[in-house]
């Protein structure tokens, strides 16, 4: 079972709606967690990170759940510009010990 | 205030040699890694220096081995290439300091094996 579980789409989604991913993760003892994005072979930007208290930014909010051990991110009225990959994380410590990825989510937006 | 950077950006080798791959970290920073992303796949974490030591690795065959320099510049060399080693390589870097672990990533270096 791979550490980090991701549906790698693609998700094809109309300008203006809604899309939401998640993620699983199998290591209980994981204590950070983040969503990153990539635009077509370009390196990894973070988008954001996720809090058990659920967080937002703009269009975009994640959540976790450390009970069931997944993670999700929600795009609201989205825009072209969100086409990407998004790259769900996980590390095992608090500090900028080795990220562990997922495969990806592939996003398009269709105007 | 430049970023991480690394160099060659592309790099076409053929199986059985050797290569290396530089990577210069965001100004104030200490700490590099260095990540394989293979087509279609999400990045995986090859090994980490700090203080010029390897302070982690991945699962990763002898192969691959680096170096941290002490101006914090940071070599990742492969040698005997094989064909699976074609892959996106990156270089992360970060401060050492509790509560500023950020990673930034450089543009990466594409490396093709023939």
């Known amino acids: 079972r791979k550490e980090v579980e991701q549906d790698p789409g693609p998700f094809n989604v109309p300008e203006g709606a809604t899309v939401a991913f998640n993620c699983t993760y199998s290591?209980?003892?994981?204590?950070?967690f983040f969503w990153y994005r990539q635009d077509c072979r370009k390196e990894p930007k973070l988008l954001m990170s996720?809090?058990?208290s659920g967080n937002e930014d703009g269009r975009f909010t994640a959540q976790l759940n450390r009970a069931s051990q997944y993670i999700s991110l929600l795009i609201r009225d989205s825009k072209l510009s969100d086409s990407a990959t998004y790259l769900c994380?996980?590390?095992?410590?608090?500090?900028?010990?080795?990220?562990?990825f997922g495969t990806g989510t592939r996003l398009t937006i269709i105007p | 205030d430049a970023g991480v950077t690394q160099s060659p950006t592309h790099l076409i080798k053929t199986r059985g040699q050797q290569v290396t791959l530089r990577c210069s970290p965001k100004?104030?920073?200490?700490?590099v890694s260095w990540y394989q992303q293979a087509l279609g796949q999400g990045p995986q974490f090859i090994f980490q220096?700090?203080?010029?030591?390897?302070?982690q690795r991945g699962n990763f065959p002898d192969r691959f081995s680096g170096h941290q320099f002490p101006n914090y510049s940071s070599e990742l060399n492969v040698n005997a290439l094989l064909l699976g080693d074609s892959a996106l390589y990156l270089c992360?870097?970060?401060?050492?300091?509790?509560?500023?672990?950020?990673?930034?990533f450089g543009s990466g270096t594409q490396l093709s094996v023939l």
């Open positions: 992360a870097s970060s401060m050492n300091r509790a509560g500023d672990e950020k990673l930034f």
């Open positions: 290591n209980s003892a994981s204590q950070s």
């Open positions: 996720v809090y058990s």
């Open positions: 994380v996980v590390t095992s410590n608090f500090g900028n010990e080795k990220l562990t």
């Open positions: 100004s104030g920073h200490d700490t």
């Open positions: 220096y700090y203080e010029e030591e390897e302070r």
